[in-house]
């Protein structure tokens, strides 16, 4: 199984800023991906981190807002750009492997309060 | 579009007790199916997973099988315990152009008490 670090694991942040979470794997993976889980909901993917390109974002979320970063095959980077308490969240890096089988894991996720 | 829907929770049982939660799915083609489990504070862990149609997953004492006439995949246990305390997430892999991307369920909260 791959192990996916990310750093900060917990953050607070004041309103307007921004902060950028860091995901590490173990080991060369194909994809990555990062969603948010809001307090007491469920998970929603906010976008696929490409290796070498542009993220591609899903409806609701935009570059400006989460730009992503992935410069190689076991790393990326999620920035939140101009927080505001909304964005208090989970936010979590996934990973699929490709040597055990249709399987992707998680981080332990970045807990951010906006205040 | 896909959709995973999970039976209401919260569901509080006692120890020992025999343990359903239900999930069923929306999708085109043949996804995988998986459950993880969210301990209180910490990240999403893979509890099980099923790739195909009447796979059984299993771990840990729980254990899922892949119904595609029904298109279910009810996770169960024969015996809680009080550690067993979690958020559970049902989710599928459509696969295809959407291959390593998870719809999730809402999540159904476990407590179980001693």
């Known amino acids: 199984s791959a192990v996916i670090s990310q750093k900060p694991s917990r953050d607070i942040c004041q309103r307007g800023t921004s902060l950028t979470i860091q995901c590490q794997v173990d080991?060369?993976?194909?994809?990555m991906f990062w969603y948010r889980q809001q307090p007491g909901q469920s998970l929603t993917l906010i976008a696929t981190a490409n290796q070498g390109s542009e993220a591609t974002y899903e409806s609701g979320f935009v570059i400006d807002k989460f730009p992503i970063s992935r410069p190689n095959l076991t790393f990326s980077t999620l920035t939140v750009s101009n927080m505001s308490p909304e964005d208090s969240s989970i936010y979590l890096c996934s990973a699929r492997t490709g040597t055990s089988g249709n399987t992707i894991y998680f981080g332990e996720g970045s807990w951010l309060t906006v205040v | 579009g896909n959709s995973v829907t999970q039976m209401e929770g919260p569901v509080t049982l006692s120890e020992e007790a025999f343990l359903t939660i239900n999930c069923t799915y929306t999708a085109t083609g043949y996804p995988s199916l998986f459950w993880y489990v969210q301990y209180p504070g910490e990240g999403l862990q893979l509890l099980l997973k099923?790739?195909?149609?009447?796979d059984k997953g299993s771990n840990k004492g729980f254990e899922a099988t892949y119904r595609k006439e029904t298109t279910s995949f009810h996770l169960e246990k024969g015996s809680v315990q009080v550690s067993d305390s979690a958020v559970y997430f049902c989710?599928?892999?459509?696969?295809?152009?959407?291959?390593?991307?998870?719809?999730f369920g809402q999540g159904t909260i476990l407590t179980v008490h001693p």
């Open positions: 080991s060369q993976v194909t994809m």
């Open positions: 989710a599928l892999d459509a696969g295809g152009t959407s291959y390593g991307k998870l719809t």
């Open positions: 099923a790739t195909k149609a009447d």
